[in-house]
């Protein structure tokens, strides 16, 4: 039995899928912040705000885990900020210590000097940060240093666009190809489905080349005009990630190849003649299906190189299993938006087709499961960090989504069951009105030619034409009418556009998830002590303290108040109000924040926000690596050398 479909344009609705990704992209985008990263400073000598007697010879950074850093990593910047370091960075990592360091100028004079750095964790992802120290007493400075954290901005955003448009095109490219090669052969000549997956190509090669261009300005300067600055770019070029990406495109090179073979030579033996082209199909099938295999695994492996699966525990075991992950999410949700279009748009489509899906959509789904929850072992690691952190809180989400994409994939089945016991009794009615379709315009292949020779033989063409245009809207009116009197078909076409819904806002939960930092490193830390992540103190709702402070100098007394929300481990939103003794705003030059967690020695993680107001001091995405109970420092300056540092002790979940 075969089924028509209406003759809606699935152009427009591949860009309508596309669009509503990149919408649910920005939007998940901005929901989520800064991508946190594994690595953090946990300590510094000088440490931050501390007032030193003498210069320094060097400035030394201690972080969570190792990172990378580039020759212009570390700044250390003069009252007047001008560079008062020699620019060379030296490794002093030892014992599982991971540090850097980098010497000063001889002979440096009084005053505040700003320390500002920037490096790339492990897993790709940008951190950055800035401090203060003193020589003798603090100064006033004209030091600038950023003021959006690394992989913010502008420049955050749109890398984390192209990221997610490029899962979209590897799932599309993969998934359609596997679904013309496993369950439709004869798809590989229907228009729609061909211009899906190399829409799937278009949009994971620019996405790829978006994605090499950003990385500098991402992990570096956050300014869009370097994304073309050759050196910026040839530094990306020696790093993993750069050598992912450019795999990437090589790997893309082949799979313009086999879209090339699979539309060309393998679209035209769709029906053999006789045994000898039979075999050549099959082999040609074999081919295909081989060396598809190979380039979607290595397309896939780039992922696997450069994100979590190649840090943390079982690395080698880990990046094989991602590769399998993402292969089964393209062999089901890029096969689904195949389904869909081919549904909607190709002229017609055999039960088998569906039938032979719902058997891949069944393997994808246990080997989803089954490398899921490796997975979710893997970077959670513990109950407490699966409903305690941000990573396991989003994976939970994830699993909710897919339970629900299995749920509206099991009333598929039904509709495909329900389609399979009325092809018996549609099969004359749809023959006939084939044979009709068939009669007036010809196969796409000789039809027309058929009817232009029967035309010519006549001596009016012109008419003929139309007589077959007439015959075919008849032809074409019967087949609506056979197709809209089975109810089977039409539910059908909505479970799996419901499918395909789910599927859009289940790909950018993962696009987030893979940008998040896991729960397993808060379980590492906490473990270090004899702790756990669970059995730290938590909070009810947002932080909110006031604490009295003198600075010992004119107007330098007053209250400042602080408010974190939602006062968890994770991303939060700070803001900080300094009064008078009168109860009034007071404008202080400046206000400073850290946080520091003696009992795994963390910190002090410093923070500077900014002015927004009278008074009223803001930080977005302020980050708590883990929960636990912190001591806070605010740090108020209330002339150019008054100023005073309280803290207090919070208990952060």
């Given at each position: 039995?075969?089924?028509?479909?209406?003759?809606?344009?699935?152009?427009?609705?591949?860009?309508?899928?596309?669009?509503?990704?990149?919408?649910?992209?920005?939007?998940?985008?901005?929901?989520?912040?800064?991508?946190?990263?594994?690595?953090?400073?946990?300590?510094?000598?000088?440490?931050?705000?501390?007032?030193?007697?003498?210069?320094?010879?060097?400035?030394?950074?201690?972080?969570?885990?190792?990172?990378?850093?580039?020759?212009?990593?570390?700044?250390?910047?003069?009252?007047?900020?001008?560079?008062?370091?020699?620019?060379?960075?030296?490794?002093?990592?030892?014992?599982?210590?991971?540090?850097?360091?980098?010497?000063?100028?001889?002979?440096?004079?009084?005053?505040?000097?700003?320390?500002?750095?920037?490096?790339?964790?492990?897993?790709?992802?940008?951190?950055?940060?800035?401090?203060?120290?003193?020589?003798?007493?603090?100064?006033?400075?004209?030091?600038?240093?950023?003021?959006?954290?690394?992989?913010?901005?502008?420049?955050?955003?749109?890398?984390?666009?192209?990221?997610?448009?490029?899962?979209?095109?590897?799932?599309?490219?993969?998934?359609?190809?596997?679904?013309?090669?496993?369950?439709?052969?004869?798809?590989?000549?229907?228009?729609?489905?061909?211009?899906?997956?190399?829409?799937?190509?278009?949009?994971?090669?620019?996405?790829?080349?978006?994605?090499?261009?950003?990385?500098?300005?991402?992990?570096?300067?956050?300014?869009?005009?370097?994304?073309?600055?050759?050196?910026?770019?040839?530094?990306?070029?020696?790093?993993?990630?750069?050598?992912?990406?450019?795999?990437?495109?090589?790997?893309?090179g082949a799979a313009a190849l086999f879209v090339a073979v699979l539309f060309g030579a393998y679209a035209k033996r769709e029906t053999p003649q006789d045994e000898e082209e039979n075999k050549e199909r099959k082999d040609l099938t074999f081919g295909l299906a081989v060396g598809?295999?190979?380039?979607?695994?290595?397309?896939?492996?780039?992922?696997?190189?450069?994100?979590?699966?190649?840090?943390?525990?079982?690395?080698?075991?880990?990046?094989?299993?991602?590769?399998?992950?993402?292969?089964?999410?393209?062999?089901?949700?890029?096969?689904?938006?195949?389904?869909?279009?081919?549904?909607?748009?190709?002229?017609?489509?055999?039960?088998?087709?569906?039938?032979?899906?719902?058997?891949?959509?069944?393997?994808?789904?246990?080997?989803?499961?089954?490398?899921?929850?490796?997975?979710?072992?893997?970077?959670?690691?513990?109950?407490?960090?699966?409903?305690?952190?941000?990573?396991?809180?989003?994976?939970?989400?994830?699993?909710?989504?897919?339970?629900?994409?299995?749920?509206?994939?099991?009333?598929?089945?039904?509709?495909?069951?329900?389609?399979?016991?009325?092809?018996?009794?549609?099969?004359?009615?749809?023959?006939?009105?084939?044979?009709?379709?068939?009669?007036?315009?010809?196969?796409?292949?000789?039809?027309?030619?058929?009817?232009?020779?029967?035309?010519?033989?006549?001596?009016?063409?012109?008419?003929?034409?139309?007589?077959?245009?007439?015959?075919?809207?008849?032809?074409?009116?019967?087949?609506?009418?056979?197709?809209?009197?089975?109810?089977?078909?039409?539910?059908?076409?909505?479970?799996?556009?419901?499918?395909?819904?789910?599927?859009?806002?289940?790909?950018?939960?993962?696009?987030?998830?893979?940008?998040?930092?896991?729960?397993?490193?808060?379980?590492?830390?906490?473990?270090?002590?004899?702790?756990?992540?669970?059995?730290?103190?938590?909070?009810?709702?947002?932080?909110?303290?006031?604490?009295?402070?003198?600075?010992?100098?004119?107007?330098?007394?007053?209250?400042?108040?602080?408010?974190?929300?939602?006062?968890?481990?994770?991303?939060?939103?700070?803001?900080?109000?300094?009064?008078?003794?009168?109860?009034?705003?007071?404008?202080?030059?400046?206000?400073?924040?850290?946080?520091?967690?003696?009992?795994?020695?963390?910190?002090?993680?410093?923070?500077?926000?900014?002015?927004?107001?009278?008074?009223?001091?803001?930080?977005d995405a302020v980050q708590i690596p883990m929960p636990g109970e912190w001591q806070l420092q605010l740090t108020i300056r209330t002339s150019d050398i008054d100023q005073t540092t309280v803290d207090k002790n919070v208990k952060i979940g």
């Amino acid at each position: 039995m075969t089924a028509t479909a209406p003759r809606f344009g699935s152009a427009p609705l591949v860009r309508l899928l596309l669009v509503a990704t990149v919408l649910l992209g920005t939007v998940f985008t901005v929901l989520s912040g800064t991508a946190s990263a594994h690595a953090a400073l946990t300590g510094s000598t000088p440490e931050d705000g501390a007032v030193v007697a003498t210069a320094p010879q060097d400035i030394s950074l201690t972080f969570s885990e190792q990172i990378a850093m580039g020759d212009n990593s570390i700044r250390v910047l003069d009252p007047d900020n001008k560079r008062a370091d020699t620019g060379k960075i030296r490794d002093l990592s030892s014992g599982g210590t991971v540090a850097y360091g980098i010497d000063l100028h001889a002979g440096l004079p009084d005053g505040t000097y700003t320390v500002a750095w920037q490096a790339v964790s492990a897993d790709s992802h940008p951190i950055s940060g800035a401090f203060t120290f003193s020589i003798g007493a603090p100064s006033k400075t004209t030091a600038a240093v950023p003021s959006e954290e690394a992989g913010g901005g502008l420049v955050g955003t749109l890398y984390d666009i192209a990221r997610y448009i490029s899962y979209a095109g590897f799932i599309l490219l993969v998934g359609g190809a596997a679904f013309i090669l496993g369950c439709w052969p004869r798809g590989a000549s229907v228009r729609p489905l061909q211009r899906l997956v190399v829409q799937g190509w278009l949009t994971l090669t620019a996405a790829t080349l978006v994605l090499l261009l950003l990385r500098s300005p991402y992990t570096g300067s956050g300014k869009l005009g370097d994304a073309f600055d050759l050196g910026g770019l040839q530094d990306v070029l020696a790093t993993k990630t750069g050598a992912a990406l450019v795999s990437r495109l090589l790997l893309l090179g082949a799979a313009a190849l086999f879209v090339a073979v699979l539309f060309g030579a393998y679209a035209k033996r769709e029906t053999p003649q006789d045994e000898e082209e039979n075999k050549e199909r099959k082999d040609l099938t074999f081919g295909l299906a081989v060396g598809g295999a190979v380039v979607a695994a290595g397309i896939a492996g780039t992922w696997a190189l450069a994100e979590h699966a190649s840090t943390g525990i079982q690395t080698g075991l880990a990046m094989p299993v991602d590769v399998l992950h993402l292969l089964a999410v393209a062999s089901w949700l890029g096969g689904l938006t195949a389904l869909l279009v081919a549904l909607y748009r190709a002229p017609s489509l055999e039960n088998a087709a569906v039938r032979r899906f719902s058997r891949v959509a069944f393997v994808s789904v246990v080997v989803l499961a089954a490398t899921g929850l490796y997975q979710s072992w893997r970077q959670v690691g513990s109950w407490s960090a699966l409903w305690g952190t941000s990573y396991g809180q989003l994976l939970l989400v994830k699993v909710g989504l897919v339970a629900v994409l299995v749920g509206i994939a099991w009333f598929s089945r039904r509709w495909t069951g329900r389609l399979e016991q009325r092809a018996e009794a549609d099969a004359g009615v749809g023959a006939e009105a084939e044979a009709e379709a068939e009669a007036a315009t010809g196969s796409e292949t000789g039809g027309g030619m058929e009817t232009a020779a029967a035309a010519t033989v006549v001596g009016d063409s012109e008419r003929a034409t139309q007589l077959a245009r007439q015959k075919q809207a008849l032809a074409t009116a019967r087949q609506k009418r056979i197709r809209d009197s089975d109810p089977g078909r039409i539910g059908l076409r909505r479970s799996v556009l419901a499918e395909a819904g789910v599927a859009v806002v289940l790909l950018a939960v993962t696009t987030v998830l893979t940008s998040t930092e896991p729960g397993r490193t808060a379980e590492q830390e906490a473990g270090a002590t004899g702790g756990t992540a669970a059995t730290a103190p938590t909070t009810e709702g947002p932080l909110d303290l006031t604490l009295p402070f003198d600075t010992g100098g004119e107007n330098g007394k007053g209250t400042v108040r602080l408010t974190l929300d939602p006062g968890r481990s994770g991303a939060n939103a700070m803001h900080i109000y300094v009064d008078g003794p009168d109860g009034q705003p007071l404008d202080v030059p400046e206000v400073k924040a850290a946080f520091t967690l003696t009992a795994q020695k963390i910190g002090p993680l410093p923070i500077v926000p900014e002015h927004f107001a009278p008074g009223h001091w803001s930080a977005d995405a302020v980050q708590i690596p883990m929960p636990g109970e912190w001591q806070l420092q605010l740090t108020i300056r209330t002339s150019d050398i008054d100023q005073t540092t309280v803290d207090k002790n919070v208990k952060i979940g």
